[in-house]
């Protein structure tokens, strides 16, 4: 503490100055003030609670949709501490919520998600339209009573990124003019990008399917149709 009393200079009537510095290593913290002058005193006790137990948790996990498509729900590592959903360690009764963020620039800027406040959040199929990234942040408030009212925010979680697959165009190629019951080779046309892929040729008939990239298939009849 420092004091320092003043009677002269622009200041017209006594004046004292008080600057407190204080190292807090708990979270609950008590400073008593007291002024005395001409003989007379006044003490007042100041309490401070500094929440620093408030962690983020963690989340899980990475995944890859195509556009548009329907990402999983994401959610606490159940495997992390306190089961990832974040916590604090306060004295007194709080309430625990949540913020998540998202980036689809690759993490250089973060916009809140309006109306996820819950540890998990499962993005409303279709949304996702490009590769993006999440992340949490937990939430501690209290209102037990108007001393003590206060709301901390943790650090921002680890980030779970949903990779998007770009849009494609599949076509194939086959050798034409064939006689009934010679193999025809099939050869599938895929964009160089992206993949792996999977392939699923149906050629009529009621299951002549191949799931290999490029097939032979032979028709008994002049009426197969390939998809």
């Given at each position: 503490m420092r004091m320092v009393y003043q009677?002269?200079?622009?200041?017209?009537?006594?004046?004292?100055?008080i600057r407190l510095t204080a190292a807090v290593s708990t979270i609950n913290t008590n400073l008593n003030?007291?002024?005395s002058t001409a003989g007379?005193?006044?003490?007042?006790?100041?309490?401070g609670y500094i929440n620093d137990g408030i962690t983020a948790g963690a989340i899980k996990s990475n995944q890859t949709i195509c556009n548009g498509g329907d990402a999983n729900q994401i959610r606490s590592d159940q495997s992390a501490p306190n089961n990832g959903d974040g916590n604090d360690t306060l004295p007194f009764t709080t309430t625990i919520s949540y913020i998540w963020q998202q980036s689809t620039d690759a993490g250089t800027t973060w916009s809140v998600i309006?109306?996820?406040?819950?540890?998990?959040?499962?993005?409303?199929a279709g949304s996702i339209t490009v590769t993006t990234k999440f992340r949490r942040i937990t939430v501690?408030?209290?209102a037990d009573n108007s001393s003590t009212n206060f709301s901390c925010q943790s650090s921002p979680s680890n980030v779970v990124t949903v990779t998007v697959n770009g849009s494609f165009t599949v076509d194939f190629t086959f050798a034409n003019n064939q006689c009934t019951g010679s193999a025809i080779q099939f050869n599938s046309n895929?964009?160089?990008t992206g993949g792996p892929y999977t392939y699923l040729w149906n050629f009529g008939g009621g299951g002549n399917t191949s799931t290999n990239a490029n097939p032979t298939h032979t028709f008994n009849n002049t009426n197969g149709n390939v998809s």
């Open positions: 009677t002269s200079g622009s200041v017209s009537n006594t004046t004292i100055y003030v007291t002024v007379d005193s006044v003490n007042k006790s100041l309490d309006s109306g996820a406040t819950s540890s998990s959040y499962n993005p409303p501690s408030s209290n895929v964009p160089n």
